[in-house]
Nanobody, 127 residues
Framework: QEELVQSGGGLVQAGGSLSLSCTYS????????VGWFRQAPGKVREFVSA????????HYADSVKGRFIISRDSAKNTVFLQMKELKPEDTAVYYC????????????????????WGQGTQVTVSS
């Protein structure tokens, strides 16, 4: 069983920056993809970003490309999401998720490709 614990987030004005972290534990073989998703009130959950275990391959939704950076510190079993130039439309509950098997490129954006989920953290961007 793997546990994902999120931290970070909060309230920021438009144009500001925030960081999220996702620390995972409990699984000896954790060499799989970790993704970030978000869900705004009244909207479906959407893909934000993903990173392969190696850290060499990262992926972003078009809406955050160039503003968000995903990274991981394998020694600390932690994945980070640095968010800058935040916009009010970035307001949502953000979730990290970890796969337990290989995820092909075309499936990275789908929540069903991930098995373990963090508790969610609120990001609010005021205009």
């Amino acid at each position: 069983q793997e546990e994902l614990v999120q931290s970070g987030g909060g309230l920021v004005q438009a144009g500001g920056s925030l960081s999220l972290s996702c620390t995972y534990s409990g699984r000896t073989n954790n060499g799989y993809t970790v993704g970030w998703f978000r869900q705004a009130p009244g909207k479906v959950r959407e893909f934000v970003s993903a990173i392969r275990w190696s850290g060499l391959s990262t992926h972003y939704a078009d809406s955050v490309k160039g503003r968000f950076i995903i990274s991981r510190d394998s020694a600390k079993n932690t994945v980070f999401l640095q968010m800058k130039e935040l916009k009010p439309e970035d307001t949502a509950v953000y979730y990290c998720a970890s796969a337990r098997s290989r995820v092909i490129l075309s499936a990275l954006r789908f929540g069903d490709s991930y098995y373990y989920w963090g508790q969610g953290t609120q990001v609010t961007v005021s205009s």
